[in-house]
């Protein structure tokens, strides 16, 4: 089965960093530049897990995963916030809205590999 992972952060070098780390731990990996643009992928295809970043122009991650949410093909789907945002209400925000981890910028890239397998598998 194809475990296709969808990236989203505003930051090509980001977006880049992450999926050469998920892509040489065999994962199949879709970038997209900000929550609007995600949206729009997630309507043509499934993805096992999203990792998405929360400052994002046109629509931030808190306001994708709510929209991601609210179709009911997504309700299994893991996403994961991956900010350098790192204060607790944001955070709780994001659980409420159906995140299921935060992670803080600059990553490590076996942490998240780490993560990515609990959910995903490896």
Known sequence: MSRTILVVDDSPSVRHMIASTLQSAGYDV??????QEALE?????????VIT????????????????RAKPQ?????VIFLSTESEGSIKDRARAAGAIGWMTKP???EKLLSVVGKVVGP
């Open 30 to 35: 879709e970038t997209a530049q900000d929550g």
């Open 107 to 109: 990553f490590d890239q």
């Open 74 to 78: 997504n309700q299994g789907v893991p």
């Open 53 to 68: 970043d929360q400052n994002m122009p046109r629509l931030d991650g808190l306001g994708f995963c709510q929209a991601f």
């Open 41 to 49: 992928f997630t309507e043509r295809r499934p993805f096992q897990a």
